[in-house]
């Protein structure tokens, strides 16, 4: 019998601080799959990305690493992070972080009800839900709901189903705008299509993004942006950052009128 390497945490931690008391009605977004912070010159690459932004979206994100310091002692941004797995050897968890420079009004997360082979470990949706403001600078009724998932992966379709939806039963009864990204894991032709269809059916709608997909992804797009209540005015992939297996997304949205 071979011994795993990680073992399950299932926690979720809050760190720094935020600096605004509501985001809107334009707000800058930043997803990236960080690959576990493993590349050279990711945390130059991430510091740089996140100047400006109030939300950012990150997946494979760890906790108890020597950068833990960039999330503890920040007072740009509050970040949630829902740990999944740890290393056995070196104690580093692993799962999704969310951070904004709005403090979350409440959160909660949600583990995958099967688990990835050989490594044995579960993934994360992490729901996030933060006040919102309008143009003249008033707090709106409404709230935004941040919906940050890193989908499993090497299982049957029926175990991804389960998975994607609870991704979709987090934001059931919300009826506010919906923010839902993450690395989907979408790399076959049946998982998308079941993705679209759960999509449709919420109301929300994939923010279109030019780019080229990657051989290591087998041709496939695995980060995606759904919206709903929320207009895009831009996108950009950053393929001049090289500190991750995915490149980062920039986008900026704006409130529907």
Same mark, same amino acid.
């Given at each position: 019998?071979?011994?795993?390497?990680?073992?399950?945490?299932?926690? *979720?931690? &809050?760190?720094?601080?935020?600096?605004?008391?509501?985001?809107?009605? #334009?707000?800058?977004?930043?997803?990236?799959?960080?690959?576990?912070?493993?590349?050279?010159?990711?945390?130059?690459?991430?510091?740089?990305?996140?100047?400006?932004?109030?939300?950012?979206?990150?997946?494979?994100?760890?906790?108890?690493?020597?950068?833990?310091?960039?999330?503890?002692?920040?007072?740009?941004?509050?970040?949630?992070?829902?740990?999944?797995?740890?290393? &056995?050897?070196? !104690?580093?968890?692993?799962?999704?972080?969310?951070?904004?420079?709005? $403090?979350?009004?409440?959160?909660?997360?949600? %583990?995958?009800? +099967?688990?990835?082979?050989?490594? !044995?470990?579960?993934?994360? &949706?992490?729901?996030?839900?933060?006040? *919102?403001? !309008?143009?003249?600078?008033?707090?709106?009724?409404?709230?935004?709901?941040?919906? !940050?998932?890193?989908?499993?992966?090497?299982?049957?379709?029926?175990?991804?189903?389960? +998975?994607?939806?609870?991704?979709?039963?987090?934001? $059931?009864?919300?009826?506010?705008?919906?923010?839902?990204?993450?690395?989907?894991?979408?790399?076959?032709?049946?998982?998308?299509?079941?993705?679209?269809?759960?999509?449709?059916?919420?109301?929300?709608?994939? &923010?279109?993004?030019?780019?080229?997909?990657?051989?290591? +992804?087998?041709?496939?797009? *695995?980060? +995606?942006?759904?919206?709903?209540?929320? #207009? %895009?005015?831009?996108?950009? %992939?950053?393929?001049?950052?090289?500190?991750? #297996?995915?490149?980062?997304?920039? *986008?900026?949205?704006?409130?529907? $009128?």
């Amino acid at each position: 019998m071979i011994k795993s390497r990680f073992s399950r945490v299932e926690s *979720l931690k &809050v760190m720094g601080s935020a600096s605004k008391q509501a985001i809107g009605p #334009d707000m800058s977004v930043l997803l990236w799959n960080v690959f576990k912070c493993k590349r050279k010159g990711w945390q130059s690459d991430f510091t740089s990305l996140i100047d400006g932004k109030d939300l950012i979206l990150l997946q494979e994100a760890i906790l108890n690493s020597p950068f833990d310091g960039l999330f503890h002692h920040s007072s740009q941004h509050q970040w949630i992070m829902a740990s999944s797995f740890k290393s &056995v050897k070196t !104690n580093i968890e692993t799962g999704v972080k969310t951070g904004a420079n709005v $403090e979350a009004n409440r959160h909660f997360f949600s %583990v995958s009800a +099967h688990s990835e082979p050989i490594s !044995n470990t579960k993934k994360m &949706v992490l729901a996030t839900e933060y006040p *919102l403001m !309008n143009m003249g600078g008033s707090f709106i009724e409404s709230s935004l709901l941040v919906i !940050n998932t890193h989908m499993i992966n090497f299982v049957s379709f029926d175990k991804f189903r389960a +998975h994607l939806d609870q991704a979709f039963q987090a934001f $059931e009864h919300h009826n506010g705008p919906i923010l839902l990204a993450g690395d989907f894991n979408t790399w076959n032709g049946k998982r998308m299509a079941y993705f679209d269809e759960m999509a449709k059916s919420c109301l929300l709608k994939e &923010v279109p993004i030019m780019r080229q997909p990657k051989l290591g +992804h087998l041709l496939r797009h *695995l980060d +995606h942006i759904y919206c709903r209540g929320l #207009d %895009v005015l831009d996108v950009k %992939v950053h393929t001049d950052i090289h500190s991750s #297996d995915h490149h980062p997304i920039s *986008l900026s949205l704006r409130l529907a $009128e």
